[in-house]
């Protein structure tokens, strides 16, 4: 996976480049923030836990988690959208390298429509398992050819293609509990009439 790819084309003309779905890629607090609000209901994080949005964007995912009271940074591999963050949250984001990232442990890590991306998914796995508490991955689904939503197909940058228990198969390890399910009310709505489109999976820590 190549930072380069993820430029001004794949986030406000993906449609018109044929890169990815999307257009005009902004700020938009009546979609975000209640976003941000069922994770933390969901996930049941507290206002003392720190949360990583790893493939953060332009951030706005974190400023939807500072603005409701909450300690979030973010993380994403795109210089260009690191540099063209939202300027209000812009001093929690990163596009270090994740040898000089990970010193700081986060209690929450989140993945949201990432990890289709990525090639060595393993290791990045590895690497979310630093989480305190727990990790929360969103994913869309297939049946190892081609999305259960056929929009999906438009991002050239997705690699994976696989059904909900492939991928609930590379969390599970001693010590870690795993939920997965197929709706989240307040996640991805706007594919609520795809039954199986999307994949929730929350990796919890159990605690000794």
């Not at 938009?28 to 949360?51: F, N, Q, Y």
């Not at 939202?86 to 990890?115: H, Q």
């Amino acid at each position: 996976m190549s930072s380069e790819q993820y430029d001004a084309d794949y986030f406000l003309r993906g449609k018109q480049t044929g890169k990815s779905l999307y257009e005009d890629y902004r700020w938009l607090p009546e979609l975000t923030t209640p976003m941000a609000a069922t994770m933390i209901r969901h996930l049941g994080i507290k206002k003392s836990d720190a949360i990583l949005d790893f493939g953060c964007a332009r951030g706005y995912t974190v400023r939807a988690f500072r603005e409701l009271g909450y300690n979030a940074w973010g993380y994403d591999i795109s210089e260009w959208a690191i540099d063209n963050a939202d300027e209000i949250v812009k001093e929690y984001l990163s596009c270090a390298n994740e040898s000089t990232l990970w010193y700081r442990y986060f209690d929450w890590i989140i993945a949201k429509d990432v990890l289709e991306h990525i090639e060595d998914l393993d290791s990045i796995i590895k690497t979310l398992r630093t989480a305190r508490k727990g990790i929360f991955i969103v994913v869309p689904l297939a049946n190892g050819k081609q999305y259960d939503v056929l929009d999906y197909e438009a991002d050239i940058t997705h690699i994976h293609r696989q059904p909900l228990q492939w991928w609930v198969g590379h969390f599970h390890q001693v010590g870690w509990s795993v939920e997965a399910r197929y709706r989240i009310r307040g996640i991805k709505d706007n594919y609520a009439g795809y039954p199986t489109g999307n994949g929730f999976i929350v990796a919890r820590r159990i605690e000794a």
